[in-house]
C-alpha cells in the first residue's frame, strides 16, 4: 500500500507536469492577417521549434508514465521519486536554471509623436511584453524571465498606471527578458518579418536581441496556492 506522503508527492509530480503543457500551449503565438507576406523560411524555423516542442512534450509524457509504473511497481521508489520531484521544480519555475539562450532589451520609443498622434503608441505597454513573450516560447524558449521575474503558468502581465505587474511585482521600461534555448532559433523567430518585434521597432521602440552561451534565470518566488483546482482519481483520496 502506498504512503500518503509517496501519493503527496507523486500528485506534485502531475500538477507541475501540468504547468509545464499549460505555459507551452499558452504560448503558441497567434497566425495574423499578414502571414502572407513572411518569409518561408522564417515560417519554417517556428514550425520546426513547434514539432520539436510537441515531440519533446510526447516524450516527458511517456517517460513520467513509465516512472511512474515503476513507482506502484516497488522500483526504486524512493530515487525515481526524488528525480522527478527534482524534474518537476525545474518544469514548475522553482530552481534556478542556466543553459544558452538570447538576452532581449527593450526601451521606450525616443520619437516625438507629430500632431494628432497618440503618444501611448511610442511606449511599451503589457500587450507588447506578453507578445514578445509569447514569441520567444513559440521559438522554443524553455525558460524565461522578465527584470528577474520568472514567467511560469501562474505569472500573470498586467497594465497597472505606468508600470507593469509580473508576479505581483512592479516593472517599468527598460525591460531586460532572458529565454533560454536554441539561441539561433530564438533569435529567427522574434526577429520574424512581421512579427511582433518588427511591428514594435516600426513605431521607434528599441528592440535588441543579442545570443548568449549562457544565461541564469532565477527560480519563480511567488505563491503556488490552489484554492479551487483540486487533484481527481485515485491521488485526490490519498
Known amino acids: 500500500m502506498k504512503s500518503r506522503g509517496s501519493w503527496a508527492a507523486l500528485t506534485i509530480i502531475f500538477v507541475l507536469f501540468g504547468f509545464m503543457l499549460a505555459t507551452q500551449f499558452r504560448a503558441r503565438p497567434p497566425i495574423t492577417s499578414n502571414i502572407q507576406h513572411q518569409r518561408a523560411e522564417e515560417l ?10 510537441r515531440e519533446n512534450l ?41 543553459g544558452p539562450g538570447v538576452v532581449i532589451e527593450m526601451t521606450d520609443s525616443q520619437k516625438a509623436a507629430q500632431p494628432g498622434q497618440d503618444p501611448n503608441v511610442f511606449l511599451i505597454h503589457d500587450k507588447d511584453l506578453q507578445d514578445v513573450i509569447n514569441a520567444a516560447f513559440g521559438a522554443g524558449a524553455e525558460a524565461l524571465s522578465v527584470n528577474g521575474q520568472r514567467f511560469v503558468s501562474k505569472t500573470e502581465v498586467v497594465c497597472a498606471g505606468n508600470v507593469i505587474m509580473i508576479n505581483g511585482s512592479r516593472v517599468a521600461p527598460p525591460f531586460k527578458i532572458l529565454a533560454i534555448g536554441d539561441p539561433t532559433v530564438l533569435e529567427n523567430g522574434l526577429n ?44 485526490a483520496a490519498k
Not at 516512472?67 to 514548475?92: C, H, N, P, T, Y
Open 58 to 98: 510526447v516524450t516527458e509524457v511517456a517517460a513520467l508514465r513509465d516512472r511512474v509504473a515503476q513507482m506502484e511497481a516497488g522500483i526504486d521508489r524512493d530515487r525515481v521519486l526524488q528525480e522527478e520531484l527534482s524534474k518537476a521544480r525545474v518544469i514548475g519555475g522553482l530552481t534556478e536554471v542556466k
Open 192 to 235: 520574424m518579418r512581421g512579427g511582433v518585434v518588427n511591428n514594435l521597432q516600426f513605431w521607434g521602440i528599441d528592440v535588441k536581441i543579442k545570443q548568449q552561451e549562457e544565461i541564469v534565470i532565477p527560480a519563480y518566488q511567488g505563491s503556488l496556492d490552489f484554492h479551487f483546482a483540486k487533484p481527481v482519481g485515485k491521488e
Open 44 to 53: 519554417s524555423v517556428l514550425l520546426s521549434a513547434s514539432e520539436q516542442q
